[in-house]
């Protein structure tokens, strides 16, 4: 049975998952569950030795399908374990490499240049926030302001930050 199904079985499943490789897993599985449910002697009609009508086949593709079903489940209810994935390794650029430190420091500059150019009240109310930490309560005392002015003067220095860098670079 292992060989007369096998092809069959796999390119079902691969049009369930969408993958070859999980496929060959998820078949594989199935064949060693019913392996494992034979008695002694009974592992035969896995291998071809008894009749095609048997049960044997529709057993094997109920299992796999459940299998691949258990699976998708598996991974909805955790999609961060894809990343675990080889297929979905992704590997963020170190901080050490030459060419992330041009691009931090580039990124800063741009940055600054930006801050540098708000309106004076809206670039004191946001580098206090940003840069000194403050509160938008100790910023409205500080710069004599309401609190929900000191909200918009950060609203607006944030999105004069966001405006000026690249989509991937965004705060």
């Known amino acids: 049975m292992l060989e007369r199904y096998y092809q069959e079985l796999l390119r079902l499943i691969s049009r369930s998952t969408g993958c070859r490789d999980k496929a060959q897993d998820v078949v594989q599985e199935a064949y060693a ?8 002697g009974g592992a035969r009609a896995l291998h071809g030795d008894a009749p095609p ?19 998708q489940r598996l991974r909805q209810r ?7 994935e080889p297929h979905m390794q992704l590997r963020a650029p170190r901080a050490d490499e030459p060419e992330q430190r041009l691009h931090d420091r580039q990124t800063m500059e741009r940055l600054l240049l930006i801050i540098e150019g ?12 940003k840069f000194d930490g403050l509160s938008q309560i100790e910023i ?23 405006k000026g860098l690249p989509e991937r670079d965004t705060l």
């Open 118 to 129: 708000l309106p004076p009240r809206c670039r004191q109310a946001f580098a206090l926030y």
């Open 33 to 40: 569950r019913l392996l494992a449910r034979q008695p002694q």
């Open 53 to 71: 009508d048997s049960g044997q086949r529709a057993l094997l593709y109920v299992t796999a399908k459940n299998i691949a079903i258990d699976e």
């Open 140 to 162: 409205a005392a500080q710069m004599d302001i309401s609190v929900n002015m000191v909200e918009k003067h950060i609203i607006n220095g944030m999105l004069a930050c966001k």
């Open 78 to 84: 955790r999609p961060h374990d894809a990343l675990d």
